[in-house]
């Protein structure tokens, strides 16, 4: 039976990875969490007016099936939709509008760019699709050694191939307009990545298919579904930052030591399984791994830097042409990729908790914005922005892959029972892909641990689950 196992990391990859280790493994596996900041990473909120609010990971996508499962399981609720429009903004003026009437905006982006949004549509939906099926593998208890090998199965070479591309170069040949793209795409990317349409095309699709309506947030805010995870789980949450990680071994297993630091000093533990959440990047995380031959290298790539304010103030919409207030129609205004434009989107946020009472602000009145940027914004962008405001909260984050940089994908196997979760990010950072890499990391576990190696890699899945079910 496996005894202790580690999870270093209590963000949401954490905390799904220790779910579905007890799910798989059975409720006598000891775990251990280790998280040296908040649980929840960076499913984090801050308060204004004694309110919550989210400042990141805010929208869960529809087809997310491990997030609704979660929801469900741990008994929290969708939080209320207040609807809202957007429009993408050129830093001179508006070049997509968002209206109250569905037909006239389809008609709108008819108009503007003729079949370029049907073909992104069919793009999205087909990879989508594709996609879903990992829901049936992994219902069947199959799993991938890496992170090749899960597109390979749902995509074939194309999917592999999605992640060393841009997203540009595969719109442009199935018929998108360079107009299209560099409008609406460019700004889509912009208000979730923090960067440009030459993002791989697959984490492009996947933040693509979340701009296409139908996303949900969590009651209360979307943290709670770590830290309920890991309070069903009963794991043992140590308030720790991991060092380093050294190899023994004992009667022909690897038997792992955790060094960590926290408030009462240095300790380390052992381990039988290890999963890290916890980017090993240079610039993330000084780790150290001692004692394995061959040596586990660092890996390639880098984080992209991104800054999210949240700002209590008055709009100043007169900079959006707007010179009265009254008259400002848009709650989310995303932005296309100019060089003087200094943010990349902004919302008029609503509270983590949302009364049915509850009522958005005016367009005049003082409003809760989330402003997202590269850099922290100086005096003058704030009064550009607005005309007054009462507070600004800076949170700076290494929040996503810099996309740019990434040759080949991070492994998922960094030794024998030593898993490394974050590298999904780099096929698509977002909530569901980091829930499916943790119940892909569960499973291959599982099925190493007992050599079910029926189970992994397996070839021509769609055909076996088909005669399966």
């Known amino acids: ?78 939080r209320r939709e207040v609807a809202g429009k957007s429009a993408i903004f050129s830093g001179e003026h508006f070049v997509l509008e968002e209206t109250d009437w569905y037909l006239l905006n389809l008609f709108r982006l008819w108009w503007h760019y003729g079949i370029s949004f ?70 889509v990317l912009r208000s979730s990545y923090g960067q440009s349409v030459l993002v791989p095309a697959f984490a492009g699709a996947m933040s693509l298919a979340g701009a296409q309506g139908s996303t949900w ?5 979307n943290k709670l579904v770590c830290s309920g995870l890991l309070k069903l789980t009963k794991a043992n949450v140590i308030s720790a930052r991991v060092t380093g990680i050294s190899l023994h071994s004992s009667e022909g297993r690897a038997l792992y ?34 004692n394995f031959d061959p040596p586990i290298a660092d890996l390639p790539g880098a984080f992209q830097p991104s800054v999210t304010s949240v700002v209590h103030g008055y ?28 943010f990349h989107a902004m919302d008029n946020i609503c509270p983590v908790n949302i009364s049915a009472a509850f009522r958005r602000k005016q367009p005049q009145e003082a409003a809760v914005w989330r402003v997202l940027s590269q850099q922290p914004l100086d005096k003058p962008q704030l009064k550009t922005l607005f005309r007054s405001y009462y507070s600004v909260q800076v949170s700076q984050w290494q929040a996503y892959p810099r996309y ?20 999904a990010e780099w096929v698509a950072s977002s909530m569901e892909m980091i829930a499916v890499a943790a119940k892909n990391v569960a499973l ?18 769609m055909h076996k689950v088909k005669t399966e079910l």
């Open 118 to 187: 049907l073909r992104l549509q069919m793009w999205v939906e087909e990879v989508m699709e594709k996609f879903m099926r990992i829901y049936k593998y992994q219902a069947h208890g199959y799993a991938f050694s890496s992170l090749e090998e899960l597109l390979r199965s749902l995509g074939g070479e194309a999917f592999v191939n999605m992640t060393q591309r841009s997203v540009a170069e595969s719109l442009l040949e199935v018929g998108v307009t360079q107009r299209f793209v560099d409008d609406v795409i460019a700004a």
């Open 444 to 461: 291959l576990a599982y099925n190493r641990w007992h050599q079910d190696l029926e189970k992994i890699d397996q070839k021509d899945l």
């Open 217 to 221: 947030a969590v009651e209360g805010g």
């Open 257 to 290: 030591q955790v060094h960590y630091e926290s408030t009462e000093g240095q300790g380390s533990a052992f381990y039988d399984m290890v999963v890290l959440t916890t980017p090993l990047h240079p610039s993330r995380s000084n780790f150290t791994f001692k």
């Open 1 to 78: 039976p496996l005894s202790p196992a580690a999870v270093v990391g209590a963000g949401l990859g954490g905390s799904a990875a220790a779910y579905f280790l007890q799910q798989h493994f059975g409720p006598q596996v000891q775990l251990d969490v280790y998280e040296a900041g908040d649980v929840g990473g960076r499913l984090a909120t801050v308060t204004v007016n004694k309110q919550q609010y989210e400042s990141r990971g805010a929208s869960i996508h529809a087809l997310s099936l491990h997030m609704q499962d979660f929801v469900k399981i741990l008994g929290l609720k969708h």
């Open 315 to 342: 709009l100043n919409s007169s900079y959006f042409g707007f010179p009265d207030p009254k008259l400002f129609p848009f709650t989310s205004i995303l932005t296309t990729d100019t060089p003087d434009l200094f």
């Open 404 to 423: 740019d940089a990434a040759k080949a994908l991070p492994p998922l196997v960094l030794h024998e029972n030593l898993f490394y979760l974050s590298g």
